[in-house]
């Protein structure tokens, strides 16, 4: 729509609120704290932020956003709430068995609906995507003031490569859903 002043005014409220490396999903009525019961909503942040930079060239915004983004990637890597982490083979892995966090986030009552608790192909996808843009976003304005000690493209190259490896199911000729759920791979 071009409302660029607003959509930079949107990005930099989102993270004011990063809690933990993750942005909320939600904010209920009446409450000025957010819900963070997901995994991909911060992941989608990065996506946003580089269609935000290439349409409008608005790198202060970017630099604004980098120090936010940098404490995203480092609580990622060691770990943020709900079982949201990078794992051993570079893939981000996330479960709470309380909580659906993916998209697919349909809940009863107490029963989860669709957990996809594991390495979610769209998270990983994400996941992937973030990290190659912060390598490139770092290597080009430099790293934020007390940046974590983040070895971006090591990271992103692990990634790509633990992907490619895992995700593709060949019996199919598709994406597993799920690696490494509570059943195993998820070709459903």
């Known amino acids: ?46 996506h946003a932020i580089d269609r935000f930079v290439e349409i409008t060239g608005d790198v202060d915004t970017l630099r604004v956003l980098l120090p936010h983004l940098d404490d995203v990637v480092g609580f990622h890597v060691k770990g943020t709430r709900f079982g949201i982490r990078m794992d051993a083979d570079g893939l981000l892995t996330q479960g709470d068995p309380n909580l659906p966090l993916t998209w ?39 790293a934020p003031d007390g940046a974590a000690s983040l070895d971006l493209e090591n990271h992103a190259v692990a990634a790509e490569r633990s992907f490619n490896d895992r995700f593709w199911y060949g019996q199919g000729g598709y994406l597993y859903d799920v690696v490494d759920g509570e059943r195993g791979d998820d070709a459903a």
């Open 104 to 142: 697919m986030d349909a809940k009863v009552d107490d029963w989860v609906v669709t957990p996809r608790r594991g390495k979610a192909v769209e998270i990983n996808a994400l996941w992937f995507n973030a990290l190659r843009l912060m390598s490139k976003w770092v290597n080009e304005l430099g």
């Open 1 to 46: 729509t071009g409302r660029w002043r607003e959509a930079g005014y949107i990005l930099r409220t989102f993270a004011h609120y990063v809690r933990d490396g993750l942005i909320p999903n939600m904010f209920p009525d009446g409450s000025n704290e957010g819900l963070y019961h997901t995994c991909d909503a911060t992941m989608w942040f990065f």
